[in-house]
Structures are given as structure tokens and as C-alpha cells.
């Protein structure tokens, strides 16, 4: 992080915003995390298509200390909201990497669990 930087770091909210989960990346061993839903992204809409879906991307932030690395098919187990029902995200790009975090737009897998 550069010294001009105020942001405030991605720990900080965990504890607060935070939902327990369990990632899995291609070919790794689960690891326990506490990843942070945010805002999701609505998908660019092709000009000209009068009968289209625009479904938003979910997206989670993801701490660079617990996944350094979050590669596209990353398994990600998680409830929307604390103490909801845990289900399974794949991992189908990345929004965009921060200093300390993550932010890794998933798909729900068929399945769950």
C-alpha cells in the first residue's frame, strides 16, 4: 500500500460486512476465509438486442492474505448473509485485484455443497 493511500484496510470490515466461507482453488486444499459480498456488476448489453437478460454479476472480496492467488474456477462455498444457507460459487472472473483484497465475480453452481 502506498504511504498517499487512506483507504482503509479490507480487515477492518470483515468482522462487520464479512460471511464465513471455504475457498478452493484449481488443484489446491480448501482454505478457510471470511470473504465480503459487494455491490454487484451489471453486465454490458450488446446495442440492438431488443430480447436480452441482464442479470448483475455477484461479486466477493476475497482477502489477498487468506488467497493470495484467485485463478477463474476457484470453488467458493459461502452463505449470502450470515447465517444463511451455504452455497457453492465458482469463480468466473476477476472485477479487480486491490493491495489487500480481491474482488472475484462469481456464478452459483448447480448442486450446492
Same mark, same amino acid.
Do not use: C, K, N
Given at each position: 500500500?502506498?504511504?498517499?493511500?487512506?483507504?482503509?484496510?479490507?480487515a477492518i470490515f470483515q468482522p462487520t460486512l464479512g460471511v464465513?466461507?471455504? #475457498?478452493?482453488?484449481?488443484?489446491g486444499s480448501p482454505v478457510a476465509a471470511v470473504v465480503i459480498?459487494?455491490?454487484?456488476?451489471?453486465?454490458?448489453?450488446?446495442?440492438?438486442?431488443?430480447? !436480452?437478460?441482464?442479470?448483475?454479476?455477484?461479486?466477493?472480496?476475497?482477502?489477498?492474505?487468506?488467497?493470495?492467488?484467485?485463478?477463474?474456477?476457484?470453488?467458493?462455498?459461502?452463505?449470502? !448473509?450470515?447465517?444463511?444457507?451455504?452455497?457453492?460459487?465458482?469463480?468466473?472472473?476477476?472485477?479487480? #485485484?486491490?493491495?489487500?483484497?480481491?474482488?472475484?465475480?462469481?456464478?452459483?453452481?448447480?448442486?450446492? !455443497?
Amino acid at each position: 500500500m502506498a504511504a498517499s493511500d487512506i483507504r482503509p484496510p479490507f480487515a477492518i470490515f470483515q468482522p462487520t460486512l464479512g460471511v464465513d466461507a471455504v #475457498v478452493t482453488v484449481p488443484g489446491g486444499s480448501p482454505v478457510a476465509a471470511v470473504v465480503i459480498w459487494v455491490a454487484p456488476v451489471p453486465q454490458d448489453m450488446p446495442l440492438g438486442e431488443d430480447f !436480452s437478460r441482464e442479470d448483475p454479476r455477484r461479486v466477493l472480496a476475497i482477502a489477498r492474505a487468506d488467497v493470495p492467488l484467485v485463478p477463474t474456477g476457484t470453488v467458493i462455498e459461502a452463505p449470502e !448473509s450470515a447465517g444463511g444457507e451455504t452455497l457453492t460459487w465458482r469463480v468466473d472472473g476477476i472485477e479487480r #485485484v486491490e493491495y489487500d483484497h480481491v474482488r472475484a465475480m462469481v456464478l452459483e453452481t448447480e448442486g450446492a !455443497s
